[in-house]
């Protein structure tokens, strides 16, 4: 069935290591995206992809990196360059016809 | 700056009673809005939409209300059920013209629902 896995759930890294969070999509959405969620900040957009191959900054890009290789794929790393890494991240799609966003379930990344 | 707001951090409903959340914006480029609802350690699922062209949508429970002259919308949910528990965040869309631009979201609203 069609969907957004996002994969792990939970990440656990020591400070000072990069780590890539995983997105993939079935749906044959072209747009792809990736917030973050912490306490009282509601969702904020770290990049988003509107084609393959093409990504711009969102609002917090500073200390990621991200790839679009493929439509499918959106990996996001976070690089040891960010400051706050610990957070709720989201992957989210979005077809051409269509406003929604459709979010995939998540993964909790705790940097110790 | 946020141009999108949710000035309710929390709101707290009797089951059966109506909830409304409401939502503020400031970029008058905004033709089209859009609830979600997220329980925790989950994605948002999309709840109601709304065009800039339109005051009012609804589906079944929901309804969704927009002034553009006071740059202001809200979701009714009418009757409020436990299952209603959630955080709801509030998002507008920019690009006239293309369904595929970024959207901006509120800060969220925690709904809680009591019996």
């Known amino acids: 069935d069609g969907g957004i896995t996002q994969s792990p759930k939970y990440l656990f890294r020591k400070e000072g290591q990069n780590v890539t969070l995983s997105c993939e999509q079935n749906?044959?959405?072209?747009?792809m995206y990736w917030y973050r969620q912490d306490p009282g900040q509601g969702l904020r957009l770290i990049y988003y992809?509107?084609?393959?191959?093409?990504?711009q900054k969102g609002d917090i890009a500073e200390g990621y990196s991200v790839s679009r290789e493929k439509k499918e794929s959106f990996p996001l790393t976070v690089t040891s360059a960010q400051k706050n890494p610990t957070a709720f991240y989201l992957c989210?799609?979005?077809?051409?016809?269509?406003?929604?966003?459709?979010f995939g379930p998540g993964t909790r990344l705790t940097v110790t | 700056d946020q141009q999108v707001k949710q000035n309710s951090p929390s709101l707290s409903v009797q089951e059966g009673r109506i909830s409304i959340l409401n939502c503020d914006y400031t970029?008058?480029?905004?033709?089209?809005f859009l609830w979600y609802k997220k329980y925790p350690a989950e994605g948002p699922t999309f709840l109601i939409s709304?065009?800039?062209?339109?005051d009012k949508n609804e589906d079944g429970r929901f309804t969704v209300f927009l002034n553009k002259s006071a740059k202001h919308l809200s979701l009714h949910i009418v009757p409020s059920q436990p299952g209603d528990s959630a955080v709801y965040f509030c998002?507008?869309?920019?690009?006239?013209?293309?369904?595929?631009?970024?959207?901006?979201f509120g800060r969220g609203t925690q709904l809680t629902v009591w019996p």
């Open positions: 709304i065009s800039s062209i339109k």
């Open positions: 970029n008058s480029m905004f033709d089209y």
């Open positions: 749906l044959n959405h072209d747009a």
């Open positions: 998002a507008a869309s920019a690009d006239r013209g293309s369904t595929l631009g970024r959207l901006y």
């Open positions: 992809s509107q084609i393959v191959n093409d990504f």
């Open positions: 989210a799609s979005q077809g051409a016809l269509t406003y929604e966003q459709y």
